[in-house]
């Protein structure tokens, strides 16, 4: 089960990665700000808010990319390829890497964009949303080339789900975020 689960968190790096990828491009790149939405607005409210920027959703997807190709890289040792769910060595890499990143921070601003309709302020907790945006949004994408059956879609999502709350402590304790939760 054990290493079922170190499975599931590695297939999930490049999408984990990439999602948390626009937290580090805004303090390492604060003059690429430009809105996703380019500011337009969908019944007065902002499409995805001043939160989604053009640069995370450009390091979300290049970060993906470079993690998939790592991981095909190190496909050809024992340990990860015993734990790689896929065949590294048959997929098209730069493709899977892009769905993967682009995948999740589309997720995220996918939730963003039914936020802004039900009048949910950024920032503000959208449970259980928050935690599993970006592993739906890799899902739908990644769906174009990778079939999930039910139960790997199941286990994804509450790996994921897992995964944000561990990242959200690790973060509040390395004073990365200023939320707990």
């Not at 009048?119 to 449970?127: A, D, E, S």
């Not at 739908?140 to 994921?160: D, K, M, P, Q």
């Given at each position: 089960m054990?290493?079922?689960i170190?499975?599931?968190?590695?297939?999930?790096?490049?999408?984990?990665?990439?999602?948390?990828?626009?937290?580090?491009?805004?303090?390492?790149?604060p003059?690429f700000?430009?809105?996703?939405d380019?500011?337009?607005?969908?019944?007065?409210?902002?499409?995805?808010?001043?939160?989604?920027?053009?640069?995370?959703?450009?390091?979300?997807t290049i970060?993906?990319?470079?993690?998939?190709?790592?991981?095909?890289?190190?496909?050809?040792t024992?340990?990860?390829?015993?734990?790689?769910?896929?065949?590294?060595?048959?997929?098209?890499?730069?493709?899977?890497?892009?769905?993967?990143?682009?995948?999740?921070?589309?997720?995220?601003?996918?939730?963003?964009?039914?936020?802004r309709?039900l009048?949910?302020?950024?920032?503000?907790?959208?449970?259980p949303?928050d935690?599993?945006?970006?592993?739906?949004?890799?899902?739908?994408?990644?769906?174009?080339?990778?079939?999930?059956?039910?139960?790997?879609?199941?286990?994804?999502?509450?790996?994921?789900?897992?995964l944000?709350?561990?990242f959200?402590?690790?973060?509040?304790?390395?004073?990365?975020?200023?939320?707990?939760?």
């Open positions: 054990l290493l079922e170190l499975s599931y968190i590695y297939f999930l790096s490049p999408a984990g990665l990439g999602n948390m990828a626009p937290v580090f491009a805004h303090k390492l790149f003059k700000n430009h809105p996703a380019f500011n337009l607005k969908l019944g007065g409210k902002r499409i995805f808010g001043a939160h989604k920027t053009l640069r995370g959703l450009l390091a979300g970060i993906g990319i470079l993690v998939a190709y790592l991981q095909k890289m190190l496909y050809s024992a340990f990860f390829s015993s734990i790689s769910i896929i065949d590294y060595s048959s997929v098209n890499i730069l493709l899977l890497g892009f769905l993967m990143g682009f995948g999740a921070i589309a997720g995220d601003m996918i939730e963003s964009f039914f936020k309709r009048n949910i302020k950024p920032g503000q907790k959208f449970i949303f935690q599993t945006d970006w592993i739906l949004g890799m899902i739908i994408f990644t769906s174009f080339v990778y079939v999930y059956t039910l139960s790997t879609v199941v286990f994804l999502i509450i790996t994921a789900f897992v944000h709350i561990l959200r402590f690790l973060g509040y304790h390395l004073k990365i975020s200023k939320e707990l939760w």
